[in-house]
């Protein structure tokens, strides 16, 4: 469940970090009860940009496989393999 907090909370650097480090989840701040930042540790950050590359070749892989350009790489493979007995 994500945590929310006021802007006027960021005060207490310590609390925040311990906060941030104790989940992968962001912690949302708001201003005058409107949304306004997010923060979260450098770990979650790392593991959020990793899985948005993953999904991203994902996505490529997809559109290769829809564009039928992965078959001639097989079948290049194929021809390569029965050329040399592999």
Do not use: W
Not at 1 to 30: F, G, H, K, W
């Amino acid at each position: 469940m994500p945590r929310v907090i006021q802007i006027q909370d960021l005060q207490d650097t310590v609390a925040i970090s311990r906060m941030c480090d104790e989940s992968l989840e962001p912690i949302y701040i708001t201003k005058n009860g409107g949304d306004d930042l997010v923060i979260m540790s450098l770990k979650a950050y790392e593991q959020k940009m990793l899985m948005q590359d993953v999904y991203s070749k994902l996505a490529a892989a997809e559109a290769e496989l829809k564009d039928c350009k992965t078959l001639d790489a097989f079948g290049a493979l194929n021809g390569l393999r029965a050329k040399y007995g592999l």
